[in-house]
């Protein structure tokens, strides 16, 4: 795993696990269709969430779409995929496009979400998922592009969408400077030339998914609580995912406009990285629901 983007996604598994909403993910399998389902998830990365929803026999069979724009993910997600299946002895079959893992054909699909839409979308699936990537997005912008990805009262599961809060322990005199122009660069930020981001995303999507004629019928917290154990190490490869996040802030903040105080504030947090003290929250939520019934034909 060379590509830092690639490692980092693959250390935010564990993270993922412990935070998604029991509740909502339980609330999902109602929506769901049982047996082979269609299934497309946008800035899928590379894959984890198709392991873990077979991990969690949400699925078996049927075709799961990864979208997203990065291709270097989409190449490592073959590997990371099959890596996955032959730990737990699932079969797999490398595709022209993808990956079969069992009985679940994986399709690898290069794209921008905002392009994806434009183009069509392609056959509308069962079940849209997006898992820490609305908050990267012009959500009232793609909003319904998106539900119309499923088949009408299809349905969608949009996960750990971040929602205001970032939270480091133990407390620094600089945080509120820093977390406060951190959220800010990401209300402002513009990728592929549209805006990209809301630091409140997860609190607006309700009212969203509302105005979209798809309210969410279930919602529950999905907070990032990474923190060392006793002993002071980090389960699995999750002080990698905490340097990750520290450069995530350092990148979007470097530059003439950085608040007084970010160069210590970074090499406490790294110190106290080490020296397995770090404690990190982020408050997120999650949605389910389905997607608009289409409108009835006048006669
Ligand atoms: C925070 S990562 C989450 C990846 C994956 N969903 C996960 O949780 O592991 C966001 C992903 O969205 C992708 N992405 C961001 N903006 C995108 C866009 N406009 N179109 C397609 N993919 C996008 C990125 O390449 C990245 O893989």
């Given at each position: 795993m060379t590509y830092p983007y690639t490692r980092y996604l693959a250390a935010k598994k564990t993270v993922d696990d412990r935070a998604l909403n029991s509740r909502v993910l339980a609330d999902l399998r109602r929506l769901v269709p049982p047996g082979a389902c269609r299934v497309v998830e946008i800035g899928a990365g590379l894959g984890t969430m198709v392991a873990r929803l077979l991990e969690r026999q949400v699925l078996s069979s049927g075709e799961y779409v990864l979208l997203d724009v990065d291709p270097q993910l989409l190449r490592d997600s073959r590997g990371w995929l099959c890596a996955w299946a032959a730990d737990r002895g699932v079969g797999t079959e490398l595709l022209p496009?993808?990956?079969?893992?069992?009985?679940?054909?994986?399709?690898?699909?290069?794209?921008?979400?905002?392009?994806?839409?434009?183009?069509?979308?392609g056959e509308p699936a069962d079940l849209l998922i997006a898992n820490a990537v609305l908050d990267l997005v012009d959500v009232p912008a793609v909003l319904p592009g998106l539900l119309r990805l499923v088949v009408p009262g299809g349905a969608y599961w949009f996960t750990v969408n971040f929602d205001g809060e970032t939270v480091f322990q133990p407390d620094h005199p600089a945080d509120d400077d820093v977390l406060t122009a951190y959220h800010r660069t990401m209300d402002q930020r513009v990728r592929f030339g549209r805006p990209a981001g809301d630091s409140r995303t997860g609190r607006h999507l309700f009212h969203q998914l509302r105005?979209?004629?798809?309210p969410a019928c279930s919602v529950g917290a999905s907070d990032w609580v990474v923190h060392p154990g006793p002993d002071g190490s980090y389960p699995g490869d999750e002080a990698w995912f905490l340097e990750a996040i520290l450069q995530t802030v350092e990148e979007a903040l470097t530059g003439p406009t950085a608040p007084a105080g970010l160069a210590d504030w970074l090499a406490t947090r790294r110190a106290q990285l080490a020296g397995g003290e770090l404690v990190y929250l982020a408050h997120q939520l999650d949605l389910a629901g389905r997607s608009p019934a289409r409108p009835a034909v006048p006669g």
């Open positions: 496009d993808g990956v079969r893992l069992g009985e679940l054909r994986v399709r690898l699909v290069e794209a921008e979400i905002g392009d994806h839409l434009a183009s069509g979308g105005d979209a004629g798809a």
